[in-house]
């Protein structure tokens, strides 16, 4: 089978150690009184279960012979009350160890979340964002179980094994000794597995990783899939992915569930060893009770160690998915607040770029000192050919990513010393495709200020002429549109989004406008609202339409990262270069002469 190429497994770069495990006991350490009641009460319940046997033992041995009715109506009414002890302990321990479990998923789940929104572009450029919802979702899932069982099963299966031992010991210590004896070879077992189980673990889950990355992709990119007819190949794919994780899993299973048949051979031969050589030692110091009453916790010792056997696998997985959980939780977001970064002031909008450099890979130069002074109130139209870097410049004034060289300066302040908070709070953004979220058209709106009135919504869209727009819709403001607004149309989502713009009333003002065309009488509405928007604010836009560019106090003509020219529509025309090549070849034809 050919190498599909969407199974790219994620290279690991920290390995696991127990500085991590430590982390990880750090979320549970909050609940650590809740565990330690639980802990009491499941001795409680051990020791409840395990007087059976021996109740057993005394009937056989003296009760019955002496027919003792009375006592053995008295140790069957222990017997009863000791279960019943034991359901109760039983049921308290279920309720809270899954408390404390989903407690600790859902602090690790938004201690993920939080941190995910600190990350900046470059860490959702360079990654599937299918790989980032698997972390989130389906790693965090799997220490579920982990969490709410594994551990007090672990802590109460080591209490009731060290009990276990005590009551057959006081039962007969040589029968003991001969259980005991197949521990060696299980601890054996046990460290000949561990490596392979741990790589098989890790295969795992990066083939799921894979496997979701691809299904994320799938459903983002439906409709280009459905247009082009590339069902059948994509399916193609999948399957072939789903083959790849099958295969991962059936080489897990079969690693870790080798160990159960281990600990079950070897449970096996000791107990038969222990009815061969308890009979031959009847009448020898053994009695049949002790004989019974043995059996009974010989059964029992077993029950914790396969338990902990099956801990130990669980660990094994969690560990590979814990690895890429605190990977991500370690991801430095290095568009950060410099230390004594300062809170801007209210700013009024005047944009200095001197000598930014950028690039998003090594070696690959974006932008090449480009220098620049915009003052407060303009209106910068940025043009020039796709790939050329507008988006880039745009990007970089809100800080979305880190210049290496240069400095962008607003109202005479270094924006790279400011807090992050207070720079974009100050800025509105709207990018090439504009984002929908799901909620209602007045939610999306208030986006941009969270404490505005419906009126003040309803003011703004005015504004950007988007009411006529909102009010033809089916529930007006309270339209439901669905995640990225797939229910809008490309210059309805633009208004929205200008609505969500002026709302926040930013001092400047970012757009990066779609290409697409809109009918004329949207691009009309489009026009207004634009022109409504930039009154008053420091604006830059990446103008693809004609008449934004014309109205523009200044045009900036890029290529290849650098500004060529630079002046207004008719100085640039008159200078007959590269705006006025790119005008006579785009747009003359729309103008009426
Ligand atoms: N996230 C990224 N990671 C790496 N390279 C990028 C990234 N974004 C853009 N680039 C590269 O940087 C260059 C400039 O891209 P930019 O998006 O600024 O162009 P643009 O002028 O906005 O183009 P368009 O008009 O098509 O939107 C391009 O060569 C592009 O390949
Ligand atoms: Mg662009």
Not at 15 to 21: G, K, L, S, V
Not at 431 to 454: H, P, V
Request: hydrophobic share 45%.
């Amino acid at each position: 089978m050919a190498r599909n190429k969407y199974d790219i497994d994620e290279e690991l770069e920290a390995q696991f150690n127990w500085a991590q495990f430590k982390r990880l006991i750090g979320y549970i350490k909050p609940y650590g009184k809740t565990i330690g009641i639980t802990v009491v009460f499941m001795i409680v319940a051990s020791i409840a279960n395990l007087l059976g046997p021996y109740l057993t033992k005394i009937a056989i041995d003296d009760k019955i012979p002496q027919k003792d009715i009375n006592g053995l109506v008295l140790l069957a009414g222990i017997y009863l009350a000791a279960l019943f002890v034991n359901a109760v302990c039983l049921k308290y321990r279920i309720r809270s160890m899954t408390d404390i479990g989903q407690s600790v998923v859902a602090n690790i789940r938004s201690d993920l979340f939080e941190h995910l929104q600190k990350l900046p572009f470059s860490y959702y450029d360079s990654r599937p964002h299918g790989k980032i919802l698997v972390r989130v979702i389906n790693y965090v899932n799997s220490l579920s179980d982990l969490l709410s069982n594994g551990i007090i099963n672990l802590i109460t299966d080591l209490c009731s094994l060290v009990m276990i031992i005590v009551f057959m010991l006081i039962v007969d210590v040589k029968l003991t000794l001969i259980c005991m004896a197949g521990l060696p070879a299980l601890l054996l077992a046990v460290l000949a597995v561990k490596n392979a189980q741990r790589r098989a673990t890790q295969v795992l889950s990066r083939k799921q990783s894979n496997l979701n990355a691809y299904i994320h992709e799938s459903i983002c990119g439906i409709k280009v899939t459905q247009s082009f007819a590339r069902e059948a190949e994509n399916l193609k794919i999948f399957k072939d992915l789903c083959q790849i994780y099958r295969k991962a899993w059936m080489h897990f299973v079969r690693i870790v569930f080798l160990l159960w048949p281990i600990i079950d051979n070897i449970s096996v031969v000791t107990v038969s060893m222990v009815y061969v050589v308890g009979i031959s030692w009847i009448g020898q110091g053994v009695t049949v009770g002790v004989l019974v009453a043995f059996v009974g916790y010989i059964w029992r010792f077993w029950m914790p160690i396969m338990n902990i056997g099956n801990f130990y696998n669980n660990i094994i997985t969690a560990m590979a998915n814990l690895e890429r959980i605190f990977e991500t939780l370690d991801e430095k977001p290095n568009v950060t607040n410099l230390p004594g970064a300062y809170v801007m002031p209210e700013i009024k909008g005047d944009v200095a770029f001197s000598n930014v450099s950028f690039q998003y890979e090594e070696g690959d130069q974006v932008l090449n000192n480009v220098s620049f002074r915009v003052n407060q109130g303009e209106t910068v139209a940025l043009v020039g050919p796709t790939g050329a870097g507008k988006t880039t410049i745009i990007s970089l004034l809100s800080r979305f990513y880190n210049i290496e060289t240069g400095t962008i300066m607003i109202d005479g302040m270094d924006i790279s010393k400011a807090t992050l908070e207070s720079l974009r709070r100050q800025m509105g953004v709207m990018l090439q495709d504009t984002f929908i979220f799901s909620g209602t058209i007045m939610d999306n709106i208030r986006y941009g200020k969270l404490d505005a009135t419906d009126d003040q919504v309803i003011k703004s869209a005015k504004a950007v002429k988007a009411h006529e727009l909102i009010m033809g819709l089916k529930d007006g403001y309270y339209t439901q549109v669905n995640e990225r607004g797939s229910r809008l149309s490309v210059g309805q989502r633009q208004l929205i989004s200008f609505a969500r713009a002026l709302l926040a009333d930013p001092k400047i003002l970012i757009l990066d406008e779609a290409t697409s065309s809109i009918d004329s009488k949207t691009e009309l509405a489009l026009q207004e609202g634009l022109g409504r928007l930039l009154e008053g604010r420091t604006s830059f836009i990446i103008a693809h339409r004609l008449s934004t560019i014309k109205n523009a106090s200044r045009i900036m003509y890029i290529d290849s990262g650098r500004i060529i020219e630079e002046g207004t529509h008719t100085e640039l025309l008159l200078k007959k270069g590269a705006y006025w090549k790119l005008y006579t070849a785009q747009f003359s034809f729309l103008e009426v002469v």
